[in-house]
Nanobody, 122 residues
Framework: QLQLVESGGGLVRPGGSLRLSCAVS??????IGWFRQDSGKEREGIAC????????NYVKSVKDRFTISRDKSTSTVYLQMTGLKFDDTAVYYC?????????????????WGQGAQVTVSS
């Protein structure tokens, strides 16, 4: 079974930056998506990257602030977050699936990490 482990969450001030990492237990070329879920809200897909790394998609609310990338040599996917806002506070999850589509929907992803808390607070 594929395993994913997120790291890099924490507390950051508004306008600050944070980088999340997702270590994937397989070198197979799964698409990886980043999702977030705040208390009382639905899980939201925010970014994804294709297995080969050539395709990336973002939800509008994070486009131009967040960047997804992958290092094939270490089977790690990153989410670089800049210009963080209060509304970015959530538990962030990475997940593996068959493709990275324009719509980043949780149902398309089969394997999930345990989540990492990101809190934006002054």
């Amino acid at each position: 079974q594929l395993q994913l482990v997120e790291s890099g969450g924490g507390l950051v001030r508004p306008g600050g930056s944070l980088r999340l990492s997702c270590a994937v237990s397989s070198s197979d070329y799964y698409a990886i998506g980043w999702f977030r879920q705040d208390s009382g809200k639905e899980r939201e897909g925010i970014a994804c990257i294709s297995g080969g790394g050539g395709t990336t998609n973002y939800v509008k609310s994070v486009k131009d602030r967040f960047t997804i990338s992958r290092d094939k040599s270490t089977s790690t996917v990153y989410l670089q977050m800049t210009g963080l806002k209060f509304d970015d506070t959530a538990v962030y999850y990475c997940a593996a699936g068959p493709y990275c589509g324009l719509l980043i929907t949780p149902n398309s992803y089969r394997y999930w990490g345990q989540g990492a808390q990101v809190t934006v607070s002054s």
